[in-house]
């Protein structure tokens, strides 16, 4: 698989009454209500339109409980029936990395430190979300590993009663060597984003060096029994529309979950359909190469369409946000670093949970607002052509 730089020379891209305020960093409490317990811490085109056809979303026939029987809320219904019992959480706007698709080449301006969210905050929101319903949460960023309470950040939030998985997504540009830590503190799932295998690419994408770094930390979370570890690649015409195979040959051995994303438009990163390479396009490269590639049985509420290679020890996966949107089943809710609430990815609107917090607003009264705003929630996003018009925040602002 290794490459030469010749042949890539050219690519271009143009691409908030509480019980449960804390004070200050001092974390030395676990009510209850809080704790789970003192455990360790824990696929041609016609073809794929036939044999690999999108599962229709169907909701359950109590919309009060998840597909686990839980008791969900209606904090966290929607109007068309959707439990949201995923929130991804941006710990941070900051990111050691440039990348073209999630910030312009001037950069962005980053939100005042005093405006965004403090651990505390971000505890006891979570804390709303996980007694109303939620059982997954994602840690985002920018890069979430820059902050410094990041093992800190883990290890409450894991200990947090009824939450069954605590998951991270990074670059992992410095995973590798706080990952024996941030497993202990709970972390049990990892995405690491990679768009290339090239080197010399990595840098021209990223504006930084590190592709080294980032191989590093995705053998280190193999070692210590990630598994699978997720590896996101946003797939770009001309410029790693070529490595897509070269990607699924990472999961011959290991257990790796290669998830080729299509490129989705974001205020600053220069989006053009050009660039975009269709699900259908990816899944056809894929087969005539892997001929033995099937579709796997996914949920209703699943975002990636996952397939198995015979003989092969990890999977792949397409997220097909763009040509095939998979909003019917969506149960994604986001609290990004400043403290705003946002229901959808692609929509403009936000809702701030930082100002009533820091206005004293009662747990119930804080619940009223989040549930207002996902009662608010369109059935689906627009299509990418009105998404690539639409006053959006950049990627690294929202969280990946």
Request: net charge positive.
């Amino acid at each position: 698989m290794r490459r030469t730089v010749s042949k890539i020379t050219d690519w271009r891209l143009g691409f908030r009454n509480s019980n449960f305020f804390l004070v200050d960093s001092q974390l030395g409490w676990l009510p209850s209500v809080l704790t789970s317990g003192t455990d360790d811490h824990l696929l041609h085109k016609s073809v794929a339109n036939m044999n690999y056809a999108t599962s229709s979303a169907i909701l359950l026939e109590d919309p009060s409980k998840d597909k686990d029987n839980h008791r969900v809320s209606d904090m966290l219904i929607d109007s068309f029936g959707r439990m949201h019992t995923y929130l991804r959480i941006s710990l941070t706007e900051r990111c050691n990395l440039r990348c073209h698709y999630c910030m312009p080449p001037e950069g962005v301006d980053l939100t005042p430190k005093p405006q965004l969210l403090s651990l505390n905050e971000i505890l006891r929101l979570a804390y709303l979300f996980v007694t109303s319903g939620v059982d997954k949460i994602r840690l985002t960023g920018g890069e979430p590993t820059v902050r410094k309470d990041i093992e800190e950040a883990c290890f409450h939030l894991s200990k947090l009663k009824g939450l069954k998985t605590l998951a991270m997504t990074t670059n992992g540009l410095t995973l590798a060597r706080k990952l024996p830590k941030l497993k202990e503190s709970g972390l049990t799932s990892v995405n690491i984003s990679l768009d290339t295998l090239v080197p010399a690419k990595f840098e021209f994408l990223t504006r930084r060096k590190g592709h080294e770094k980032v191989m590093e930390s995705i053998n280190a979370a193999i070692e210590v029994g990630y598994n699978p570890v997720k590896v996101n690649c946003v797939v770009m015409r001309g410029f790693n529309d070529d490595e897509i195979c070269d990607f699924v040959e990472l999961t011959r051995d290991r257990p790796i979950n290669i998830r080729f994303i299509e490129f989705m438009p974001f205020d600053g990163n220069v989006w053009n359909v050009k660039k975009l390479v269709p699900y259908a396009e990816m899944l056809d490269t894929v087969v005539k190469k892997f001929p033995d590639l099937r579709r796997m049985q996914d949920h209703p509420t699943e975002t990636a369409k996952n397939f198995k290679i015979d003989g092969h020890h990890g999977n792949v996966s397409f997220i097909t946000s763009m040509t095939e949107h998979f909003c019917a089943g969506c149960i994604r809710l986001r609290l990004l670093a400043d403290g705003n609430f946002k229901v959808c990815l692609f929509g403009p609107s936000e809702v701030s949970l930082r100002d009533p917090l820091r206005q004293n607003a009662s747990d119930d009264e804080l619940r009223e607002i989040i549930g207002a705003a996902v009662k608010r929630k369109k059935a689906a996003h627009a299509g990418m052509f009105d998404i690539a018009k639409t006053a959006n925040r950049p990627m690294i602002h929202i969280g990946g």
